[in-house]
């Protein structure tokens, strides 16, 4: 007998027997599972009531009066499922009914027999954990009677990776859902065999499903995988209503009256009684066509609330005169690969925040001789570095003013979109401040880009401005030789919160909140040498918001903070240590990078920009090594926040950043001030 854990269970060729109560197994079962119960559902119970009415003791013995006379029934049932004697035996926890089951299989002859450690519950930790995970979903949507499901059939057949919902609940979502699908599964054993179906899957090539909501009819999808979902691109089948009304004649009309009538009934709410009463009288003539028209009526709007109330800015519309679903099949095919063909980076010399111009030349076309005006009510502006500018509004509060945009750091035109907005609100949030409103800074190669993917990426913006609570009000566009993107935003902070990147003292410790590395892992995906488990890696830390920026503003021992984008860490560092006048250390082994970033360093995917920061201030560093070198001045964008706070309220931030799942490392310290402003140990 040996033991083995969830993974290697799934992966393996045995046959699986599931020794659990029947009423266990059918509440929820690892797919393919056989269940020889060693106990049935009333001796189960009674030997749990034994167990805490009397001991654990007595339980046992009576356990195993149950079970012995059946121990000739285990063997033949067991020897019919796997003849050659190889098997999974497994219970709830992995405890003694699986691990006595399986040494009575040894004993009788079986050649190998195999214990799931922490038995079906382990099963099921592992399926909630991998709904969590990353998919590359494509979702087909459209108003009833589109034909969707058969559509997903045609993908099927041509190749693609499909996951049918409704099929593996058993109901088509609707109140007429149910009609000829027979029992639904739990909502339990729903996840199981969906996670069953998608673990089959290449996670990084698409897959496709239907457009639900987060209800089939009794059963539920998995959270993690309904908000993915939610955010993938939504392929909308607009089809003529007459259409569809076919469609479902041809799909529902043999299908009894009575149970038509009754899903009739279900609706009347929503119908209005007179609708109902009318549907139910053509029902009574045998005129579905009319029944189905009637019934769009009140689907076709419902659909329509349930687009609007989506988070889902990825709407591509396909109009479509029919619901032959082959024909349907290669069109959406064709379009999908027409959008993701798209190179973005291709049309760009620069990407995201790499794109900045070195500090060191923005200086030099700062300096000026002309005189400036200085405002008072301008509290911050152009005579600092700092994140925005701020106006003091003369009642205790004032009005943050930023501006960001860049070339395209991803080919997905949506992604580009939302990593643009993200970055730009994200000055806002390293003052502390919350941002009110953004207008859009937008230029496009008309001759070169189609109108549908510069939608997609004012889509992207679009939706982190909602995320945020700070509308796109706006914006301005231009016929560019490139792609830019980004936001004017314009937020609020109450002046007793706000945060600069000068006001740092010495003693400070030093935090960072995201890990370093997006430059190099961009430019590796650029330069075709990324690896496929690690392409989410860069995006993921980009679209994330640093909207943590508005409680640490709050807190009176954050003393200094600044998001870090293109100038590298070592960049925004030296910026803070300049306008507080001090110096700086930073422990390179504290400081949070991602584990695969070296690897590509070595590969040579290091940016141009970070060079150029290098040569721009890399007279104020002192470094051991180039790869410090390459990972400090990596170019970010969207990147995290730097943060100096007092040292003894670092145990307050520590515990907000850990609650929000941020990195809560001290990476080092502000110090007196030195020869070198930064100092890499």
């Known amino acids: 007998m040996r033991a083995i854990d969830v993974e290697q269970a799934v992966e393996s060729s045995f046959p699986i027997l599931d020794v659990r109560s029947p009423g266990e197994h059918e509440k929820g079962h690892i797919p393919g599972a056989v ?61 003694m009914r699986s691990r006595l089951f399986a040494e009575h299989l040894e004993n009788n002859g079986f050649k190998e027999v195999q214990v799931i450690t922490g038995g079906y519950k382990a099963f099921r930790v592992h399926v909630l954990d991998f709904f969590k995970r990353s998919l590359n979903l494509k979702v087909i949507g459209g108003y009833t009677g589109s034909g969707k499901t058969e559509i997903l059939h045609e993908l099927q057949k041509q190749g693609q990776q499909v996951i049918d919902l409704e099929g593996t609940a058993r109901h088509k979502g609707s109140a007429f859902g149910g009609i000829g699908q027979g029992e639904q599964p739990s909502v339990e054993q729903f996840e199981n065999e969906l996670y069953h179906e998608l673990a089959k899957f290449d996670p990084h090539q698409t897959i496709w499903l239907e457009d639900e909501s987060r209800t089939i ?52 709410k929503r119908l209005g009684g007179l609708r109902t009463q009318m549907a139910l009288d053509l029902l009574a003539e045998k005129n579905y066509y009319q029944v189905a028209l009637l019934s769009l009526n009140y689907y076709d709007k419902a659909y329509d609330n349930s687009i609007r109330k989506k988070k889902n800015a990825r709407v591509h519309t396909i109009y479509l005169p029919s619901t032959n679903p082959r024909k349907n099949a290669q069109i959406i095919l064709e379009q999908h690969q027409k959008m993701d063909n798209i190179k973005l980076t291709a049309y760009s010399h620069g990407a995201g925040c790499g794109c900045k111009i070195a500090p060191a030349v923005l200086s030099d076309m700062l300096k000026t001789q002309q005189p400036i005006r200085q405002e008072k009510n301008i509290i911050i502006g152009h005579h ?14 004032g009005i943050i003013s930023t501006t960001d945009f860049f070339m395209p750091i991803v080919d997905d035109p949506f992604i580009f979109g939302q990593i643009a907005a993200t970055n730009a609100i994200s000055d806002v949030f390293a003052m502390g401040g919350d941002p009110v409103m953004a207008i859009a800074i937008f230029g496009w190669p008309v001759d070169k880009l189609s109108t549908e993917v510069a939608a997609a990426v004012l889509a992207g913006g679009r939706d982190v401005c909602a995320k945020v609570g700070s509308p796109l009000a706006g914006g301005h566009s231009i016929d560019s030789q490139e792609p830019i993107f980004g936001l004017a935003v314009t937020g609020k902070i109450d002046l007793q919160h706000l945060k600069r990147n000068d006001r740092a003292k010495a003693g400070a410790k030093l935090y960072l909140t995201k890990p370093l590395g997006v430059g190099i892992l961009s430019t590796a995906e650029k330069q075709g040498k990324l690896k496929k488990e690690h392409q989410n890696i860069a995006v993921n830390s980009m679209t994330r918001l640093n909207s943590i920026g508005v409680q640490l503003g709050k807190i009176s021992g954050v003393q200094a903070m600044t998001d870090v984008t293109g100038f590298g860490l070592l960049g925004h560092l030296v910026e803070m240590c300049e306008g507080s006048g001090l110096s700086a250390s930073i422990h390179f082994d504290q400081v949070p990078v991602f584990p695969q970033t070296a690897s590509y360093v070595e590969l040579g995917c290091v940016p141009g920009g970070t060079h150029r920061n290098w040569q721009s201030y890399g007279k104020h560093i002192k470094l051991n090594t180039n790869e410090h070198r390459e990972i400090l001045c990596d170019p970010q964008t969207s990147g995290g926040l730097l943060i100096a706070v007092d040292d003894q309220q670092c145990a307050e931030v520590e515990q907000l950043l850990n609650d929000h799942d941020l990195e809560a490392k001290a990476i080092g310290e502000m110090c007196e001030r030195e020869y070198q402003m930064v100092e890499v140990i």
């Open 35 to 95: 269940n020889i119960a060693l106990f049935s559902d009333e001796e189960r119970a009674e030997i749990g009531t034994v167990y805490k009415q009397e001991s654990q003791e007595a339980a046992i013995r009576l356990g195993y009066g149950y079970a012995d006379p059946k121990r000739k029934h285990y063997i033949h049932e067991a020897r019919r499922i796997t003849p050659d004697g190889r098997v999974i035996v497994h219970c709830w926890r992995g405890g």
């Open 217 to 268: 009819g009794k059963v539920i999808i998995p959270a993690g995988l309904y908000e993915q979902m939610r955010s993938a691109r939504l392929f909308f089948l607009d089809i003529p209503r007459e259409e569809r009304a076919s469609f479902l004649v041809s799909g529902y009309a043999d299908k009894g009256d009575d149970a038509l009538a009754q899903a009739i009934k279900q609706i009347r």
């Open 384 to 397: 600092t570095k700092d994140d925005a500018a701020v106006y003091d509004k003369g009642d205790g509060t």
